[in-house]
Nanobody
C-alpha cells in the first residue's frame, strides 16, 4: 500500500521560508519520479517541481526560490521554499509521477 505523508506547512510572512517534507512508503523510492503540486484557493492543482534520477524541474514562478530534493535513505522528498510570496499560498501535495498516488496535502499560507 502506497502512502505519502506531507508535513512542514504553516503560516509565514512574505519573504520567509518553509521546508516541506513528503515521507513515502510502499514504493521503491530511489527509482521513482516524484513531484510537488500546489492548489491555490479557487484554482486548479498545478505542478510546482519534479525530481527524478536525471535531475529536477521547476515551474517558472518558483525558479531560484524553491529547491526540490530527496533523501533516498529516508524515503523522503523535500521542498525548500525561500523568499515566499502571497501567491505561493495554497495546499501543497506530493505525488508519485505517472501514477494516481497523492498525499493528503499540507497548507502553506504566506501573509503580507
Amino acid at each position: 500500500q502506497v502512502q505519502l505523508v506531507e508535513s512542514g506547512g504553516g503560516l509565514v510572512q512574505v519573504g520567509g521560508s518553509l521546508r516541506l517534507s513528503c515521507a513515502a512508503s510502499g514504493i521503491v523510492f530511489r527509482n521513482t519520479a516524484m513531484a510537488w503540486y500546489r492548489q491555490a484557493p479557487g484554482k486548479q492543482r498545478g505542478l510546482v517541481a519534479s525530481i527524478n534520477n536525471d535531475g529536477s524541474t521547476y515551474v517558472d514562478s518558483v525558479k531560484g526560490r524553491f529547491t526540490i530534493s530527496r533523501d533516498n535513505a529516508k524515503n523522503t522528498m523535500y521542498l525548500q521554499m525561500n523568499s515566499l510570496k502571497p501567491e505561493d499560498t495554497g495546499i501543497y501535495y506530493c505525488k508519485v509521477l505517472f501514477t494516481s498516488y497523492w498525499g493528503q496535502g499540507t497548507q502553506v499560507t504566506v501573509s503580507s
